[in-house]
């Protein structure tokens, strides 16, 4: 576990103060935040597959690896220290 400091605005603060007894807004505002960051990772996996299914990035994608594969390359040459 870790404590943390969060500000909230007033209007916020004082609904959460209100309908939320003091004893059970830790697990609540846990359970909300993961809550929340599930469904953000969802919205990103979407757009991922949506994205990956556009014919467009992919050609971008083969390009920028075509790149780095010829980056590396160069890299791999290069003295060390």
Known sequence: MRKMTLTLPDK??????????????????????SEKLIRRERRLIRACEIANRNPDVASLERDLDMQQDGILKCWAGAPMG
């Open 12 to 33: 916020l603060a004082d609904q959460f103060a209100k309908r939320v007894p003091a004893r059970e807004r830790s697990r609540f505002i846990s359970e909300a935040l």
